[in-house]
C-alpha cells in the first residue's frame, strides 16, 4: 500500500489531540482465497513518552522528519514545517545506486547517532524510540537488500 509516511516523522491521530512521532512501520499483505489486502500500522511516540498504535486510516502527516527534532525542542509547528510535508520520505530501492544506498543509510545513522546525544543530553524518551527506529530501519533494509 502507498503512503507517505516516513519514520521519524510527526503525525496527528484520529481522536487524539497529541502530535506523535512514528517510530515503526509495519506494513503486510494479507492473502486469502478470495481477497488480497494490504495493511499498515505504525508504532507511534508522543513528547511525554507515551506509546500509541495506529492504523494508515488514523493518520495525517503534520511534518517530516528533519523538522520534528525543532518542533521536539521549541514545541511550536511553524509554516514551513507545515509545507515541507509535502515532501516524500525516501525509500532504499534496487533501482538506486551503491552510492545513493550508502548516502541513506550513512543519513540514517547521522539521525541516530543524532537521537542518542539528545537522549542522553535530556532524557527524553522520544530521542531513545527516533535512535531505536532508525537502527531497525537499518537493519530492514540491508536485510532487504540481500535478499
Known sequence: MKHNI??????RVKGYADYYFVDTINERRIISESVEEFDVEFDLSDTNGRYL???????????RAKYADEYLRTGILTERMKIAKEDA??????AMSTDEQARY???LL?????????FQATGLSDFEAKERAAY???AKLQNEMEA
Open 6 to 11: 516516513g519514520i521519524g516523522d510527526l503525525v
Open 53 to 63: 498504535f495506529a492504523y494508515i486510516e488514523d493518520i495525517s502527516l503534520v511534518c
Open 89 to 94: 520520505p525516501p525509500r532504499l530501492t534496487r
Open 105 to 107: 543509510i550513512d543519513e
Open 110 to 118: 547521522d539521525d541516530a547517532l543524532f537521537a542518542q546525544g539528545a
Open 136 to 138: 531497525e530501519l537499518i
